[in-house]
């Protein structure tokens, strides 16, 4: 088993799982810390409110098997949607609530007007701010599925991979160290997602 | 830019795929999951599945079935039918569900809307609405299916569910469902109005132009169609093509290495 799809009671588990596996992976969901040796990569998912995500990450003690695989570990992490905002270090969802902490930033409501309606749902292009092995074969201007109300404000621009616009250009995909994510859903944004998916597998641990 | 959705509708009624004009006369048109496959290769932008008859048989979502959908799914699913509570809503998201569409519990129970968005996140409730335009103009939603009057206005349902924490509207013309004679232009645009939150048109579609209309005119961030897919030539790419020359942005799949398994 090479990809473990970290469950701490949030998420669309399954389908993250079907799309690594389609993309090749061995893959495994659980909420079991002690399975983290047997993986060389973690997938952080997460569909719902940032405050619950991070209470049951702590409760289940995920919060400190996390800090140790990716801090001391430097296994490769990739945060998908609220997966990616639990990343940083403070959420806004329902109260102030403190994140994972491995990308400087905090998680801030989009600004909604006129043309601007929240959620942000669709398709959305990513433009890159950077070269990433993340990135490979994936051009500017390519769609991926967007679906949600708040946005990774990043601390340190060197943190950003890739911007999209909605009302402002918000990250999309954020990098730190070994620690990577989307704000979009590459498991459901059909073959410009499994690009993303494959590319992230064929990291090495050192990348 | 955020992309103009174009969303295929599969309605299921008792294990089947069925058409249906007006919420009646169903018909069946096979079995669901070849449709499942057959959008995903194709790249549609999202499907939609409702299950029609769960409802009114007094059942949950079919489980296994959504399951099976969703593992040949890698674009974005929302399944509804006979979601009437949050463990119906959990179920089906674990099931591998992206999103939730609640249509008839809401009106005995909008709290529900909330609770599912606390949990799961506005984003992954779809607040369903069923409507029929009266003689005087005006228009009444409907729950179970079209059978039951709700004495509410649909703008203004619409309004509310996105107070209780609705991420979407999924409005639906009773009378041109299935019809393929063109979306209610005047609902659609009433209910885009009410709300900030996005609007999926449905009901009616027959043309790339109703389409187009629904967009331009209902104003709506996305149509949903069932009949022009399923029953004509037209296809969603080819509508998206038709979108794009007239200005309205759409997603274009860009050539990629890895493919979809047929």
């Excluded at chain 2, 779809?126 to 729950?143: E, F, H, L, M």
Aim: glycine residues 10%; aromatic residues 8%; charged residues 20%.
């Amino acid at each position: 088993m090479n990809v473990l799809v970290i469950d701490y009671g949030m998420g669309n588990l399954p389908s993250v799982k079907r799309a690594f596996e389609e993309c090749g992976a061995d893959v495994l969901i659980s909420g079991d810390q002690g399975d983290i040796s047997k993986a060389s990569k973690l997938v952080l998912p997460g569909v719902g409110s940032y405050a619950q995500a991070m209470d049951n990450i702590k409760k289940s003690g995920w919060f400190d098997a996390l800090q140790t695989a990716v801090r001391e570990k430097s296994m490769p992490l990739l945060g998908i949607c609220l997966g990616m905002q639990l990343l940083a270090e403070e959420g806004e969802e329902h109260g102030h609530s403190q994140g994972l902490g491995f990308i400087s930033g905090n998680i801030k409501k989009i600004p909604s007007n006129e043309n601007i309606r929240v959620p942000h749902v669709g398709w959305n292009e990513i433009t890159a701010k950077k070269s990433d092995p993340l990135l490979t074969s994936i051009e500017d201007g390519t769609d991926f599925y967007f679906v949600h109300s708040y946005y990774f404000n990043a601390a340190n621009e060197n943190d950003v991979l890739a911007r999209t616009p909605y009302g402002a250009a918000f990250p999309s995909i954020v990098r730190h160290g070994n620690v990577w994510g989307t704000q979009f859903h590459p498991e459901k944004s059909s073959l410009p997602g499994f690009q993303l998916i494959r590319n992230f597998l064929s990291i090495s641990q050192n990348a | 830019m955020l992309k103009t959705r174009i969303i295929p509708t599969l309605l299921l009624k008792d294990i089947g795929l069925v058409k249906g004009i007006g919420f009646d006369s169903w018909r069946r048109v096979g079995t669901a999951l070849p449709s499942v496959k057959v959008y995903n290769r194709r790249q549609v932008d999202e499907l939609i599945v409702m299950d029609i008859s769960a409802t009114l048989s007094g059942r949950g979502p079919d489980l296994n079935e959504i399951s099976n959908f969703s593992s040949e799914c890698f674009v974005p699913l929302t399944v509804g039918g006979g979601v009437r509570s949050l463990q119906d809503a959990q179920n089906l998201l674990r099931a591998g569900a992206d999103k939730v569409a609640l249509n008839s519990a809401c009106y005995e129970n909008p709290e529900l809307v909330t609770e599912i968005a606390q949990k799961f996140g506005t984003q992954c409730v779809v607040a369903g609405i069923d409507a029929r335009k009266n003689s005087d103009g005006t228009y009444t939603c409907y729950s179970h299916s079209g059978t039951k009057s709700q004495n509410m206005d649909p703008a203004a349902w619409a309004k509310k569910m996105e107070e209780y924490g609705a991420g979407e509207i999924l409005i639906t013309s009773i009378e041109r469902d299935g019809t393929m004679e063109g979306y209610d232009l005047d609902l659609i645009r009433l209910v885009s109005k009410a709300v900030s939150i996005p609007v999926i048109a449905s009901g009616g579609a027959g043309s790339y132009e109703d389409i187009y209309q629904a967009i331009k005119t209902g104003g709506a961030q996305a149509a949903s169609a069932a009949s022009i897919f399923h029953f004509t030539q037209q296809t969603p790419l080819e509508a998206k093509e038709y979108l794009a020359k007239r200005g309205i942005p759409v997603t274009q799949m860009k050539k990629f290495q890895s493919s979809l398994a047929a």
